[in-house]
C-alpha cells in the first residue's frame, strides 16, 4: 500500500503467514526516497486481528540505493 505523509511517499507493506497453525503477521516501511532521508521518520502502528493486537514501530527503510 502506498501511502503519502509529510510531503513524501510510503510503501507499506503487512504480511501474514501460518506456522504450525498459528498465525503470523510482519510488517515494514518503506521510504520512498534515500537513506539519509529516510532516518528522519519513524513509524508505529497496530493491527487488531481476531481480538489480538500486533504492534510495529521502526524506521522506515530506503527503497532508493545511496
Known amino acids: 500500500m502506498i501511502s503519502h505523509c509529510f510531503d513524501e511517499y510510503f510503501n507499506v507493506h503487512v504480511e501474514a503467514s501460518t506456522l504450525n497453525d498459528m498465525s503470523i503477521y510482519g510488517a515494514i516501511v518503506y521510504f ?3 537513506e539519509t532521508e529516510a532516518c528522519k521518520y519513524e ?3 497496530e493491527i487488531e486481528v481476531n481480538g489480538r493486537k500486533f504492534t510495529f514501530e521502526g524506521i522506515p527503510r530506503s527503497l532508493r540505493e545511496e
Open 32 to 34: 520512498m526516497g534515500n
Open 43 to 45: 513509524y508505529y502502528f
